[in-house]
């Protein structure tokens, strides 16, 4: 017996989408190709509802949800801000929530959004969550559109430019004057994390400079383990005289290693952050940042499930535009005496 989720697939639509078409539900912004390709779809595979689902979703909740690994975390308030705008002027709800890693199993994100409380869902990913976790996290009967990851086999995501801002930052120690230069590296399961770091050693390339493997520190997004990375490069005898970090709150852990390690930031340690937020204005010294387009990120992501919700397919976009903006701040200065160590570059 066929079932709804096999009239979506052949329709080429979302299980959400297909239930409206053959529930007749008229407030859905579904175009007539699409709602004929559904008819055209049930009635080639002979599909016969299920009326006592059909009674539990013939109305439409008008809500989704974003999903991120800390709702306290400043990094996502832009984020939320801009899915806020889109859903405001849609007439939408949005239902923030956090799905960390100790519930990081393959049902914890349908209990988390509950049965017909919400449309769709935008997840932003946590940092311990393989591939394969987050596939079955989100295999929901609502449609699903992920911030800044990308999985293979997944129609529906909003990419940043992680290369260019990482080049973006490399370009401004090199400005400087620095040639000895490292990276605290993201979370290595994420996706993001893996083109910040590549995004490294091409601009590293790009501007005539060695990448050093012993200078670039596996690391997470958080503060603890951008101090635990950075602690490891500060004991280097060769050591470098600049990091870029591929989050803010791993930098923030970074000044915390060198002011424990007696290394004064920036005179001996220049520091610059991918991401932005409100805290770099409050550190000390003030973190020299690229700020990243959240905000616009959370904006594309609404318009791109709720459009989707009225019968427009799921795309993988990047957020080409505005571009990662350089934020110079305190935490960036030039090398002053050379480098510390005699290490050629």
Same mark, same amino acid.
């Not at 030039?334 to 050379?338: C, E």
């Given at each position: 017996?066929?079932r709804?989720?096999?009239?979506?697939?052949?329709?080429?639509?979302?299980?959400?989408?297909a239930?409206?078409?053959?529930?007749?539900?008229?407030?859905?912004r579904i175009?007539?190709n699409?709602?004929?390709?559904v008819?055209?779809a049930?009635a080639?595979?002979?599909?016969?509802?299920?009326?006592?689902a059909r009674?539990?979703?013939?109305?439409?909740?008008?809500?989704?949800?974003?999903?991120?690994?800390?709702?306290?975390n400043?990094i996502f308030?832009s984020?939320?801000?801009?899915?806020?705008?889109?859903?405001?002027e849609?007439?939408?709800?949005?239902f923030?929530?956090?799905?960390?890693?100790? /519930? !990081?199993d393959? $049902?914890?994100?349908?209990?988390?959004?509950?049965?017909?409380?919400?449309? &769709?869902?935008? +997840?932003? @990913?946590?940092?311990?969550?393989?591939?394969?976790?987050?596939?079955?996290?989100?295999?929901?009967?609502v449609?699903?559109?992920?911030?800044n990851?990308?999985?293979?086999?997944?129609?529906g995501?909003v990419?940043?430019?992680d290369?260019?801002a990482?080049?973006?930052a490399v370009?401004?120690?090199?400005?400087?004057?620095?040639?000895?230069i490292?990276?605290?590296?993201?979370?290595?399961?994420?996706?993001?994390?893996?083109?910040?770091?590549?995004?490294?050693?091409?601009?590293?390339t790009?501007?005539?400079l060695a990448?050093?493997?012993?200078w670039?520190?596996p690391?997470g997004?958080e503060?603890?383990a951008?101090?635990?990375?950075?602690?490891?490069?500060l004991?280097l005898a060769?050591r470098?005289?600049?990091?870029? /970090? !591929?989050?803010? $709150?791993?930098?923030?852990?970074?000044?915390?290693?060198?002011?424990?390690? &007696?290394?004064? +930031?920036? @005179?001996d340690?220049?520091i610059?952050?991918?991401q932005?937020?409100?805290?770099s204005?409050?550190?000390?010294?003030?973190?020299?940042?690229?700020?990243?387009?959240?905000?616009?990120a959370?904006?594309?992501?609404?318009?791109?499930?709720?459009?989707?919700l009225g019968g427009?397919?799921?795309s993988?976009?990047?957020?080409?535009?505005?571009?990662?903006q350089?934020m110079?701040?305190?935490s960036t200065t030039?090398?002053?005496?050379?480098a510390?160590?005699?290490?050629?570059?």
């Open positions: 017996m066929a709804l989720k096999d009239v979506a697939a052949l329709a080429g639509v979302s299980p959400s989408v239930s409206r078409v053959l529930n007749n539900d008229t407030r859905a175009n007539d699409t709602r004929q390709r008819i055209d049930a080639e595979l002979r599909y016969v509802p299920d009326h006592r009674a539990l979703r013939l109305s439409r909740a008008d809500a989704i949800a974003l999903i991120v690994p800390e709702v306290n400043a308030s984020l939320h801000q801009g899915v806020q705008s889109v859903a405001h849609r007439n939408s709800a949005v923030l929530a956090q799905f960390d890693a100790e /519930t !990081a393959a $049902n914890a994100l349908a209990q988390l959004i509950g049965n017909g409380r919400v449309d &769709g869902v935008i +997840v932003q @990913r946590n940092e311990h969550f393989t591939d394969d976790d987050l596939i079955a996290a989100i295999q929901l009967d449609p699903v559109v992920l911030v990851t990308r999985l293979d086999g997944h129609a995501s990419a940043l430019n290369r260019e990482v080049a973006i370009t401004h120690l090199v400005e400087l004057g620095h040639q000895r490292g990276f605290v590296a993201g979370a290595p399961r994420h996706d993001a994390a893996t083109r910040r770091l590549e995004g490294f050693r091409d601009a590293m790009e501007v005539g990448a050093y493997e012993e670039i520190a690391a997004w503060a603890p951008g101090a635990a990375a950075t602690s490891g490069l004991k060769a470098p005289t600049a990091v870029v /970090t !591929a989050s803010l $709150n791993t930098a923030i852990g970074a000044m915390r290693a060198a002011h424990d390690a &007696g290394i004064h +930031v920036p @005179r340690l220049s610059v952050a991918v932005d937020a409100w805290m204005e409050y550190t000390v010294p003030r973190l020299t940042t690229v700020a990243m387009p959240m905000r616009e959370g904006a594309r992501a609404a318009s791109m499930l709720l459009d989707h427009v397919p799921l993988d976009e990047l957020v080409a535009e505005p571009h990662p350089l110079i701040r305190e030039a090398p002053i005496g050379g510390p160590s005699s290490r050629a570059t």
